[in-house]
C-alpha cells in the first residue's frame, strides 16, 4: 500500500541525522550572525550591504524550512505550503544573486554613484519575481508540490523546470556579466588597487554562485533518490554555504574591513 516511488535510504541514518542537524545549525548561525553583523554596523549603509543582507537572509530561510519542512509528509496541505515556500526562497536567493552582480555592474558602467539611494528595483527582482514565477508554477501544477516521499519537487516532474529553468538562466547572465566586469576593468587607465578590489569582488560573488548552485543540486539529488552520499554531500555544502557568504561578506569584505575599523 505504499505510495512511494522511490526506495528507501539504506545505511547508518542516526548518523546522517546527527551530521545534517549539525552542519545544517552552523550554517544557519553563520547566516544569521552574517545579517546582524551587516544590519547593525552604522557605517554599512550601501546597497552593496543591502544587497548582500538579503541575500544571507534568503539562504537562511530556505535552509530553516528545508531542515525543518522536508519530511513533514504526513499533512498533504503542510506539505504542499513547505514546498511551495522552498521553491520561493530558493528561486530568491537566486535571483538575489543576480541583483549582486548587476550592482557590481551597474557601478563599473554607470557615472553616477548607484551604491547609495532607493533599492526598490533590487527589491522587486529578488523578492517580486521569484513571486511571479512560484505563483504561476502554482497555478499551472498545483499538484507537482510534494509527494510521499518529500515536501519538494520531484525531478521527474515538469514543473523541476521552473526551479532549474530560472537558475540556469541566473547562471548564463551572470557569467556574462562577469566577463564584460573583467574585460573593463582590465582595459588601459584603470588605477591597479581598483582594478584589484573589483576583480577580487567578481570573483568571490562567481564563487558564491557556484557553490550555492552545486549545494542545491545536490539537495535535489539526495530528496529524489536513495543514495546516502548525495545527502552527506548536501549537508556537508550547505555548512560550506553559509561560512562562506559570512567569509566573503563580512570577513573578506574591504568595506566592512574599513566600517569595522
Not at 26 to 51: D, H, P, Y
Not at 148 to 171: E, R
Request: charged residues 15%; glycine residues 6%.
Amino acid at each position: 500500500m505504499d505510495g512511494s516511488h522511490r526506495e528507501q535510504l539504506e545505511g547508518d541514518l542516526e548518523t546522517l541525522a546527527i551530521v545534517t542537524y549539525t552542519c545544517l545549525t552552523i550554517s544557519l548561525v553563520a547566516l544569521l550572525t552574517t545579517f546582524a553583523i551587516l544590519t547593525s554596523l552604522k557605517g554599512l549603509k550601501t546597497n552593496t550591504r543591502g544587497i548582500h543582507s538579503n541575500i544571507a537572509m534568503a539562504l537562511f530561510f530556505s535552509e530553516l524550512i528545508f531542515l525543518l519542512g522536508i519530511n513533514s509528509t504526513e499533512s498533504e496541505f503542510l506539505c504542499t505550503v513547505i514546498a511551495i515556500l522552498l521553491h520561493y526562497f530558493f528561486l530568491s536567493t537566486f535571483a538575489w544573486l543576480f541583483v549582486d552582480e548587476l550592482h557590481i555592474y551597474r557601478m563599473q558602467t554607470e557615472v553616477r554613484n548607484v551604491n547609495f539611494g532607493a533599492m526598490r528595483f533590487y527589491h522587486a527582482i529578488g523578492w517580486g519575481v521569484p513571486a511571479i514565477i512560484t505563483g504561476l508554477a502554482v497555478g499551472l501544477d498545483p499538484e507537482g508540490y510534494g509527494n510521499p516521499d518529500f515536501c519538494w519537487i520531484s525531478i521527474h516532474d515538469k514543473l523541476v523546470w521552473s526551479f532549474a529553468g530560472p537558475i540556469a538562466i541566473v547562471i548564463v547572465l551572470n557569467g556574462a556579466m562577469f566577463l564584460m566586469v573583467a574585460k573593463l576593468t582590465c582595459s588601459p587607465g584603470q588605477k591597479e588597487a581598483k582594478k584589484t578590489s573589483v576583480l577580487m569582488t567578481l570573483r568571490s560573488s562567481f564563487i558564491l554562485l557556484l557553490l550555492i548552485s552545486t549545494t542545491w543540486l545536490f539537495g535535489l539529488l539526495a530528496v529524489n533518490n536513495s543514495i546516502l552520499a548525495f545527502h552527506y554531500l548536501y549537508v556537508l555544502l550547505c555548512s560550506l554555504q553559509g561560512l562562506a557568504v559570512l567569509v566573503i561578506f563580512c570577513v573578506l569584505n574591504e568595506e566592512f574591513q574599513e566600517v569595522w575599523k
